[in-house]
């Protein structure tokens, strides 16, 4: 910030600040009626604050409490300002232990079914966890919520964010365009998450610094993460060797949460998943949580429970004529022919 007299510059590049000042710049006006010992221009990301100095200081103070709100709730009200001139704070009832995360429009992100209040609990009581549940239960998107919260509230530093492009082998190069362009196809969900929960200016922002890094499993090898809300997805596809590069590379103060879908591997048949195996050997190391979700955190439409529910009893069936074939030494019994 600059200042010339009764004349100070503040930078609002930090923030979304078209979503800042509402539609139609609304807040806007409602903050000028507010102070109006003080002229505001508003160029872009620039504010230009003239008045008197001990009325800057004052709107320059509550302008700071405006930013920090927006920054924490995703949105800014006239109930909110009126509180914030009055004791500095925002409304009281908006600050629920359960809400996670104030995303974009006023979207409440938070745990909504127990298995996904257990993963919470998990990730606040333990420096690694394992999050294992079929599709739509949540497991990325809570993940997701709880690393931008310890970022909001400067827990750690950055986030980062990978999963295995099983896909193309982990050989992005035969893929058209750039690295971003090869590798959005199998981050997007992650995007989606993120989009729901921080203003796009600001996740610009967190980009271009590499406050927020989406990365592939890869990518991974040879780092110290430090200070780092680390989140793997898709870990079934993960080999085990992978699997142990990307556990080791937890450095201090450091979060990792594991997700994936042990029902959904897409690994070759001769590779078991590092995802299965870490459970498997990790789950009685203290200070490591595995969490398993099940149909009922399914919060997608009601459909998609339907589905999960008909590919395991599809499951089950093939296990089933696949065990009384193997009773029977795989041998077809025999039928004569009628002639």
């Known amino acids: 910030m600059n200042e010339q007299g009764n004349e100070k510059i503040i930078s609002l590049e930090d923030i979304d600040y078209n979503h800042f000042w509402g539609a139609n710049e609304r807040m806007l006006d409602f903050v000028r009626l507010l102070f109006p010992k003080v002229k505001l221009v508003v160029r872009g990301e620039m504010l230009k604050v003239i008045g008197a100095a001990d009325d800057i200081a004052f709107f320059e103070d509550k302008l700071n409490a405006m930013m920090t709100y927006h920054e924490k709730f995703g949105n800014l009200t006239e109930n909110a300002i009126m509180q914030i001139m009055e004791n500095g704070g925002g409304p009281d ?124 499993l890869a990518f991974m090898r040879g780092r110290t993460l430090d200070n780092a809300f680390v989140i793997l997805d898709e870990a079934q596809n993960a080999t085990q060797s992978q699997l142990k590069m990307f556990l080791t590379r937890m450095g201090r103060n450091a979060k990792f949460v594991v997700t994936g879908d042990v029902t959904q591997i897409d690994l070759p048949r001769n590779q078991q998943s590092g995802l299965v195996h870490a459970t498997q050997i990790l789950k009685e190391i203290e200070g490591i949580a595995v969490i398993e979700l099940d149909n009922s955190d399914v919060i997608r439409h009601r459909l998609v429970t339907k589905i999960i529910r008909a590919y395991e009893r599809a499951t089950e069936s093939q296990e089933q004529k696949k065990q009384q074939s193997d009773s029977e030494g795989g041998r077809t019994p025999y039928k004569p022919i009628n002639n």
């Open 93 to 216: 009832s908006e600050q629920s232990d359960e809400i996670l995360v104030h995303g974009r429009n006023g979207l409440l992100v938070k745990a909504r079914t127990p298995n996904q209040r257990r993963l919470v609990e998990a990730v606040k009581q333990n420096d690694m966890v394992f999050a294992i549940g079929p599709a739509g239960t949540g497991k990325t998107y809570t993940a997701v919520a709880l690393a931008v919260r310890a970022l909001k509230n400067k827990e750690v530093r950055r986030i980062i964010l990978t999963r295995p492009a099983v896909e193309a082998g982990e050989n992005l190069g035969f893929l058209p365009g750039d690295l971003r362009d090869k590798l959005d196809p199998y981050l997007q969900p992650l995007y989606d998450a993120l989009r729901d929960m921080i203003p796009q200016q600001k996740l610009l922002s967190y980009w271009e610094d590499n406050t927020i890094e989406i990365a592939p």
